[in-house]
Structure formats: C-alpha cells, structure tokens
C-alpha cells in the first residue's frame, strides 16, 4: 500500500503563490504517474496535474495552464505543484494521487492511491 503525504497548503491573496508537495511512502509502479486533483464543496472532482517517473506527459487542466508546474524528485519519492498567480477560484482541497499510469487525471476519477489531502485558500 502506498502512503501520500501533502503539504504547503494554505491561505494567500489573489496573485499569490504556493508549493504543494508530496511524499510518497515508497516507488513503485503504482507510483509510476504521480499528480494532483481538487475539490470544492458544490464542484465535481478536476484532475490538476500530473507526472510520469521519466518526467514524459506531464498534463496540466485548461484551468491552470501557464499558472501551475509540477515536478517530481524521484531519488525523494516527492511529487511538487508550483501554484502561481493564483485565483480565488483555485481554491479548493488538493489531493495528491498516484496510479501506474494517469488516466485517472484526465478523467476526473478517484487515483487508486490518495493522501489525506490539503487546503488551499486564496481570497480575492
């Protein structure tokens, strides 16, 4: 079983920026595609972003286009999002999720593995 850790949460001003990061208890190929997902009260689940191990098709929703970069650590098992110019509609929990490939991203659905999650406030 997989253990994800978030953290860098937190509550900024419209403009803003945060790192999310998280840890991974260990690398296997369940963690092959590591990435993030959010969810608000009232919204459906949005796949954010995602990575694979060799750093190839790296996916970012329209929404976060041009604001938003993920990375990964692979010798740290740590996965990272890079929150820029952040808007109040960023706001949302953010989960980090890992599954051997990420068509979980893309189609909005639960990741096999997911951590507890953190918030991300931004007010306008």
């Known amino acids: 079983q997989v253990q994800l850790v978030e953290s860098g949460g937190g509550s900024v001003q419209a403009g803003g920026s945060l790192r999310l990061s998280c840890k991974a208890s260990t690398s296997t190929y369940s963690t092959n595609c590591m990435g993030w997902f959010r969810q608000s009260p009232g919204k459906e689940r949005e796949g954010v972003a995602s990575?694979?191990?060799?750093?190839?098709?790296?996916y970012y929703a329209e929404s976060v286009k041009g604001r938003f970069t993920i990375s990964r650590d692979n010798a740290k098992n740590t996965v990272y999002l890079q929150m820029t110019s952040l808007k109040p509609e960023d706001t949302a929990m953010y989960y980090c999720?890992?599954?051997?490939?990420?068509?979980?991203?893309?189609?909005?659905?639960?990741?096999?593995?997911r951590g507890q999650g953190t918030q991300v406030t931004v007010s306008s």
């Open positions: 990575i694979y191990t060799d750093d190839s098709d790296t």
């Open positions: 999720g890992a599954e051997g490939t990420c068509g979980w991203v893309y189609s909005g659905d639960p990741p096999l593995h």
